[in-house]
Protein backbone atom coordinates (compact mmCIF):
# COMPACT_ATOMS: atom_id res chain seq x y z
CA UNK A 1 0.00 0.00 0.00
CA UNK A 2 0.93 3.53 -0.11
CA UNK A 3 2.34 5.53 2.82
CA UNK A 4 4.57 8.26 4.40
CA UNK A 5 6.94 8.04 7.10
CA UNK A 6 8.61 10.89 8.52
CA UNK A 7 11.39 11.03 10.76
CA UNK A 8 10.10 11.07 15.16
CA UNK A 9 9.92 14.42 17.19
CA UNK A 10 9.84 16.39 18.19
CA UNK A 11 12.47 18.54 16.86
CA UNK A 12 13.66 21.54 19.15
CA UNK A 13 16.16 24.33 17.72
CA UNK A 14 17.57 27.32 18.63
CA UNK A 15 16.36 30.60 16.44
CA UNK A 16 18.61 30.66 12.73
CA UNK A 17 19.45 26.81 13.37
CA UNK A 18 19.71 24.45 10.03
CA UNK A 19 16.40 22.44 10.08
CA UNK A 20 15.83 19.15 8.12
CA UNK A 21 12.87 16.92 8.38
CA UNK A 22 13.15 13.68 6.88
CA UNK A 23 10.36 12.17 4.72
CA UNK A 24 10.58 8.66 2.62
CA UNK A 25 7.45 7.60 0.72
CA UNK A 26 6.15 3.89 -0.33
CA UNK A 27 4.00 4.24 -3.54
CA UNK A 28 2.40 2.30 -6.15
CA UNK A 29 2.38 4.97 -8.53
CA UNK A 30 3.91 8.25 -9.14
CA UNK A 31 2.65 10.14 -6.53
CA UNK A 32 2.23 14.19 -5.64
CA UNK A 33 4.15 15.33 -2.89
CA UNK A 34 3.47 17.81 -0.28
CA UNK A 35 4.59 19.54 3.30
CA UNK A 36 1.78 20.79 5.33
CA UNK A 37 1.79 22.78 8.00
CA UNK A 38 -0.32 22.77 11.46
CA UNK A 39 0.08 25.94 13.46
CA UNK A 40 -1.32 25.54 16.99
CA UNK A 41 -5.26 25.81 16.76
CA UNK A 42 -5.11 26.09 13.22
CA UNK A 43 -5.81 23.89 10.06
CA UNK A 44 -3.75 22.30 7.86
CA UNK A 45 -2.31 24.52 5.65
CA UNK A 46 -0.21 23.82 2.31
CA UNK A 47 3.70 25.03 2.85
CA UNK A 48 4.94 23.40 -0.43
CA UNK A 49 4.65 20.81 -3.10
CA UNK A 50 5.98 18.97 -5.98
CA UNK A 51 4.60 16.73 -8.59
CA UNK A 52 7.42 15.02 -10.39
CA UNK A 53 10.83 13.93 -9.61
CA UNK A 54 13.43 16.27 -8.85
CA UNK A 55 11.00 18.81 -8.85
CA UNK A 56 11.74 21.11 -5.81
CA UNK A 57 8.96 22.64 -3.92
CA UNK A 58 9.67 26.04 -1.97
CA UNK A 59 7.63 28.41 0.37
CA UNK A 60 8.63 30.72 3.04
CA UNK A 61 12.60 29.89 3.14
CA UNK A 62 11.12 25.68 3.20
CA UNK A 63 12.18 23.83 0.10
CA UNK A 64 12.30 19.83 -0.45
CA UNK A 65 13.55 18.20 -3.58
CA UNK A 66 11.37 15.35 -5.21
CA UNK A 67 13.87 12.47 -5.02
CA UNK A 68 12.41 9.32 -6.46
CA UNK A 69 15.56 6.95 -6.42
CA UNK A 70 15.55 7.33 -2.89
CA UNK A 71 11.75 8.05 -2.56
CA UNK A 72 12.32 10.92 -0.05
CA UNK A 73 10.65 14.56 -0.26
CA UNK A 74 13.38 15.79 3.34
CA UNK A 75 12.07 19.70 4.36
CA UNK A 76 15.08 21.75 4.37
CA UNK A 77 15.30 25.39 5.91
CA UNK A 78 18.24 26.80 6.55
CA UNK A 79 17.27 29.09 9.29
CA UNK A 80 14.55 28.49 11.15
CA UNK A 81 12.18 31.23 13.35
CA UNK A 82 10.42 31.35 16.47
CA UNK A 83 7.15 31.81 14.25
CA UNK A 84 8.24 27.94 12.48
CA UNK A 85 7.00 26.25 15.47
CA UNK A 86 4.46 24.01 14.12
CA UNK A 87 3.43 20.53 13.64
CA UNK A 88 4.47 19.69 9.74
CA UNK A 89 2.85 16.66 7.80
CA UNK A 90 4.88 14.84 4.92
CA UNK A 91 2.12 13.86 2.53
CA UNK A 92 1.62 12.45 -0.79
CA UNK A 93 -1.38 12.05 -2.72
CA UNK A 94 -1.36 9.47 -6.55
CA UNK A 95 -3.14 10.31 -9.90
CA UNK A 96 -5.29 7.90 -12.08
CA UNK A 97 -8.36 6.39 -11.09
CA UNK A 98 -10.61 8.05 -8.62
CA UNK A 99 -8.20 7.51 -5.77
CA UNK A 100 -7.21 11.20 -5.21
CA UNK A 101 -6.84 10.68 -1.14
CA UNK A 102 -4.20 12.47 0.71
CA UNK A 103 -2.22 10.13 2.73
CA UNK A 104 -0.15 11.47 5.58
CA UNK A 105 2.74 10.89 7.55
CA UNK A 106 2.71 11.32 11.51
CA UNK A 107 3.40 14.78 11.65
CA UNK A 108 7.05 16.29 13.18
CA UNK A 109 6.51 18.95 15.89
CA UNK A 110 9.01 21.32 15.80
CA UNK A 111 9.96 23.77 18.38
CA UNK A 112 11.86 26.74 18.17
CA UNK A 113 13.39 28.23 20.94
CA UNK A 114 14.70 32.27 21.00
CA UNK B 1 -11.56 35.32 0.73
CA UNK B 2 -12.93 33.06 3.31
CA UNK B 3 -11.29 29.67 4.60
CA UNK B 4 -13.09 26.32 5.05
CA UNK B 5 -15.45 26.70 8.09
CA UNK B 6 -16.19 24.53 10.68
CA UNK B 7 -17.94 24.35 13.88
CA UNK B 8 -18.02 23.65 16.64
CA UNK B 9 -14.75 24.15 17.36
CA UNK B 10 -14.79 21.96 21.08
CA UNK B 11 -17.03 19.04 21.64
CA UNK B 12 -17.78 17.32 24.83
CA UNK B 13 -20.26 14.76 25.11
CA UNK B 14 -21.15 11.01 26.73
CA UNK B 15 -20.87 7.98 25.25
CA UNK B 16 -23.93 6.45 23.37
CA UNK B 17 -24.93 9.93 22.30
CA UNK B 18 -24.98 11.73 18.70
CA UNK B 19 -23.27 14.06 17.76
CA UNK B 20 -22.95 16.47 14.84
CA UNK B 21 -20.33 18.25 13.14
CA UNK B 22 -21.17 20.98 9.92
CA UNK B 23 -18.80 22.46 6.96
CA UNK B 24 -18.93 24.73 5.12
CA UNK B 25 -16.43 24.44 2.03
CA UNK B 26 -14.92 27.68 -0.04
CA UNK B 27 -17.39 29.11 -2.38
CA UNK B 28 -16.95 27.21 -5.66
CA UNK B 29 -15.17 24.76 -4.30
CA UNK B 30 -17.01 21.48 -6.13
CA UNK B 31 -14.69 18.58 -4.00
CA UNK B 32 -15.29 18.14 -0.21
CA UNK B 33 -13.36 15.97 2.23
CA UNK B 34 -13.62 14.57 5.47
CA UNK B 35 -10.55 13.60 7.72
CA UNK B 36 -10.54 11.93 10.51
CA UNK B 37 -7.32 12.87 13.12
CA UNK B 38 -6.14 10.87 16.07
CA UNK B 39 -3.73 12.20 18.68
CA UNK B 40 -0.15 12.02 17.40
CA UNK B 41 -1.32 11.21 13.52
CA UNK B 42 -2.26 12.60 10.53
CA UNK B 43 -5.07 13.11 8.68
CA UNK B 44 -7.28 9.97 7.25
CA UNK B 45 -9.76 10.44 5.07
CA UNK B 46 -13.59 9.27 5.88
CA UNK B 47 -15.38 10.86 2.84
CA UNK B 48 -14.82 12.80 -0.17
CA UNK B 49 -17.65 14.65 -2.09
CA UNK B 50 -17.68 15.74 -5.49
CA UNK B 51 -20.74 18.03 -5.31
CA UNK B 52 -23.44 16.09 -3.51
CA UNK B 53 -22.40 12.63 -4.74
CA UNK B 54 -19.95 10.99 -2.51
CA UNK B 55 -17.42 9.22 -4.83
CA UNK B 56 -15.21 7.41 -1.94
CA UNK B 57 -16.58 6.37 1.54
CA UNK B 58 -14.74 3.58 1.52
CA UNK B 59 -13.19 4.46 5.36
CA UNK B 60 -16.39 5.77 6.48
CA UNK B 61 -17.56 3.55 9.10
CA UNK B 62 -21.17 3.13 8.14
CA UNK B 63 -22.48 1.25 11.85
CA UNK B 64 -22.14 4.38 13.23
CA UNK B 65 -21.19 7.82 10.87
CA UNK B 66 -23.02 9.32 8.08
CA UNK B 67 -22.61 12.33 6.02
CA UNK B 68 -24.39 14.28 4.00
CA UNK B 69 -23.68 17.07 1.47
CA UNK B 70 -26.92 18.80 0.42
CA UNK B 71 -27.01 21.13 -2.58
CA UNK B 72 -23.34 20.30 -2.66
CA UNK B 73 -22.70 23.04 -0.64
CA UNK B 74 -22.27 22.28 3.29
CA UNK B 75 -21.64 19.33 4.85
CA UNK B 76 -22.46 17.49 8.21
CA UNK B 77 -20.69 14.48 9.36
CA UNK B 78 -22.42 12.77 12.23
CA UNK B 79 -21.52 9.91 14.20
CA UNK B 80 -24.30 8.15 16.44
CA UNK B 81 -23.61 6.71 18.84
CA UNK B 82 -20.67 8.30 19.57
CA UNK B 83 -18.01 5.67 21.32
CA UNK B 84 -14.90 6.45 23.43
CA UNK B 85 -12.46 5.96 20.49
CA UNK B 86 -14.37 8.21 18.10
CA UNK B 87 -12.39 11.24 20.27
CA UNK B 88 -10.48 13.05 17.80
CA UNK B 89 -10.08 15.83 15.49
CA UNK B 90 -12.69 15.63 12.44
CA UNK B 91 -11.15 17.93 9.59
CA UNK B 92 -13.17 19.14 6.70
CA UNK B 93 -10.94 20.52 3.43
CA UNK B 94 -12.12 21.69 0.23
CA UNK B 95 -10.74 21.64 -3.47
CA UNK B 96 -11.77 23.94 -6.66
CA UNK B 97 -11.68 20.33 -8.50
CA UNK B 98 -10.24 17.00 -8.43
CA UNK B 99 -6.79 16.00 -9.43
CA UNK B 100 -3.82 14.87 -8.05
CA UNK B 101 -2.10 18.09 -7.57
CA UNK B 102 -5.26 20.81 -6.61
CA UNK B 103 -4.65 21.47 -3.70
CA UNK B 104 -6.82 20.80 -0.65
CA UNK B 105 -7.81 23.58 1.98
CA UNK B 106 -8.00 22.55 5.42
CA UNK B 107 -10.93 23.88 8.26
CA UNK B 108 -9.72 24.07 11.45
CA UNK B 109 -11.70 20.96 12.66
CA UNK B 110 -13.52 19.73 15.61
CA UNK B 111 -12.31 18.36 18.42
CA UNK B 112 -14.57 15.74 19.99
CA UNK B 113 -13.84 14.46 23.45
CA UNK B 114 -16.10 11.32 24.41
CA UNK B 115 -16.56 10.60 27.80
Known amino acids: GNSVTQMEGPVTLSEEAFLTINCTYT??????LFWYVQYPGEGLQLLLK?????DKGSNKGFEATYRKETTSFHLEKGSVQVSDSAVYFC?????????????FGKGTLLTVNP | EAGVVQSPRYKIIEKKQPVAFWCNPISGHNTLYWYLQNLGQGPELLIR????????DSQLPKDRFSAERLKGVDSTLKIQPAELGDSAVYLCASSSREGPTDTQYFGPGTRLTVL
Open chain 1, 91 to 103: ALRLSGGSNYKLT
Open chain 1, 27 to 32: ATGYPS
Open chain 1, 50 to 54: ATKAD
Open chain 2, 49 to 56: YENEEAVD
